[in-house]
């Protein structure tokens, strides 16, 4: 096989869930277990966080600067959170696509709506699900990251959250990590492998033709 058989279009992954259901622990062990795929970056309006880094955090900018590149359209997705914006630029992604290598989104139903609506070819979406209401909530409180206030309000926006699981392309329910850390893997194996994504096919297959109808 040549090697511009090779070639294919990288993707964009997206993992949405309730805050809990394990989306984040999943997306990290994906990325360290696949060097040919990194976390997306966000540009925010949002001020730095000590030991944040421009260009690999977040891109940083202005509210200025952020409300001319949704006028320009320069984002696949943006979203106002609190006082805050956040997009993901589209010209580093598409660069990213390009050379065959994959982008992993941790975004929620509407980011995904809009990647759906701005480059829905090079999406692939998949909902992670709790096992179980009562076990989402333990898993919440055992992070002891938030309050119980806080939880419970993460409890209550987990309904609609859930609601929209099937507009996704996949969905998981995240019972066993490893499980679920395996089925992830192999959908993006298998989306990996999909037709109109191996660009250099063609090429390959029609090489093989002529060297057939050579002989």
């Avoid at 006082?83 to 989104?105: A, C, H, W």
């Avoid at 850390?181 to 090429?203: F, P, T």
């Amino acid at each position: 096989m040549n090697e511009s058989s090779k070639k294919r279009r990288g993707l964009m992954l997206v993992l949405s869930s309730p805050s809990g259901a394990g989306k984040t622990a999943i997306s990290r062990r994906i990325i360290e277990e696949n060097p040919d795929i990194s976390m997306s970056i966000s540009a925010t309006t949002r001020a730095p966080r000590p030991g944040e880094v421009d260009g690999k955090d977040y891109f940083f900018v202005s509210k200025e600067a952020f409300e001319q590149k949704v006028s320009d359209k320069e984002f696949l997705e943006h979203a106002k959170v609190f006082d805050n914006y956040y997009g993901t630029p589209s010209k580093r992604v598409q660069n990213i696509l390009e050379r065959g290598e994959d982008v992993m989104f941790d975004i929620d139903w509407q980011g995904t709506q809009q990647l759906a609506e701005n480059a829905r070819d090079d999406l692939v979406s998949i909902f992670i699900l709790p096992p179980s209401i009562e076990e989402l909530e333990r898993r919440l409180f055992s992070r002891a990251q938030d309050t119980e206030e806080v939880v419970k309000k993460r409890m209550s926006k987990a309904a609609d959250e859930m609601s929209h699981w099937r507009e996704y392309d996949y969905v998981i329910v995240n019972k066993d990590f490893e499980k679920s850390v395996a089925r992830v893997q192999a959908i993006l194996c298998a989306e990996r492998l999909k037709r109109d994504r191996q660009i250099g096919m063609a090429e390959f297959v029609n090489s093989m033709r002529r060297q057939s109808e050579n002989e």
